[in-house]
T-cell receptor
Framework: NAGVTQTPKFRVLKTGQSMTLLCAQD?????MYWYRQDPGMGLRLIHY???????AKGEVPDGYNVSRLKKQNFLLGLESAAPSQTSVYFC?????????????????FGPGTRLTVL | AQKVTQAQTEISVVEKEDVTLDCVYE???????LFWYKQPPSGELVFLIR??????QNEISGRYSWNFQKSTSSFNFTITASQVVDSAVYFC???????????FGTGTRLQVFP
């Protein structure tokens, strides 16, 4: 099993350009997430999905869009990149809520994508 | 509001020293989950432990141990006899029941020198 993979690993964009980050998981997980990590800020949730065809906003959704057309993939899009979006982006997946106390499923993270917007 | 505070930004120790990483959380919910993740220099995030709010038993896994105290809203992480390979950023995180969203602290960078 590859677990959670992210494409690309590195990318440099100019202000105003667009791009899509791809996250794929092979664990048949229901839930998927996109985080950004900035120095001194920890990880902050951008968007997440609790199943194929569903998406929801996280803590810092502005400037990003997402889609979950297939259960195994979760795409993060930047329509018009800004320097403030320079960050490391992490995708994660989990089995979701088991509904039974003590059987909560932890999140598994991808290796990250380092994005620089000039 | 929910919050996780890791007041220690950076800790440096010499190999074989014991070190404790502090984590204080805030929530009004009675059911929640606490996590620790490790981020080594390679950048990936590695899951270390999960606790639910009804299980205050301390946990030990090799050189790692965790102390969960609801009375002080703390979930501290101790590494015994630290090694150079323990050098990493460690994140504490909180999730509420039925949300499945993680709220991360800002992390503590641990440097273990030989």
């Amino acid at each position: 099993n590859a677990g959670v993979t992210q494409t690309p690993k590195f990318r440099v964009l100019k202000t105003g350009q667009s791009m899509t980050l791809l996250c794929a998981q092979d664990m048949n997980h229901e839930y998927m997430y996109w985080y950004r990590q900035d120095p001194g800020m920890g990880l902050r949730l951008i968007h997440y999905s609790v199943g194929e065809g569903t998406t929801a906003k996280g803590e810092v959704p502005d400037g990003y869009n997402v889609s979950r057309l297939k259960k195994q993939n979760f795409l993060l899009g930047l329509e018009s990149a800004a320097p403030s979006q320079t960050s490391v982006y992490f995708c994660a997946s989990s089995g979701g809520l088991a509904g039974v106390l003590g059987s909560y499923n932890e999140q598994f993270f991808g290796p990250g994508t380092r994005l620089t917007v000039l | 509001a929910q919050k996780v505070t890791q007041a220690q930004t950076e800790i440096s120790v010499v190999e074989k020293e014991d070190v404790t990483l502090d984590c204080v959380y805030e929530t009004r919910d009675t059911t929640y989950y606490l996590f620790w993740y490790k981020q080594p220099p390679s950048g990936e995030l590695v899951f270390l432990i999960r606790r639910n709010s009804f299980d205050e038993q301390n946990e030990i896994s090799g050189r790692y141990s965790w102390n969960f105290q609801k009375s002080t809203s703390s979930f501290n992480f101790t590494i015994t006899a630290s090694q150079v390979v323990d050098s990493a950023v460690y994140f504490c995180a909180l999730s509420l029941y039925n949300t499945d969203k993680l709220i991360f602290g800002t992390g503590t960078r641990l440097q273990v020198f030989p």
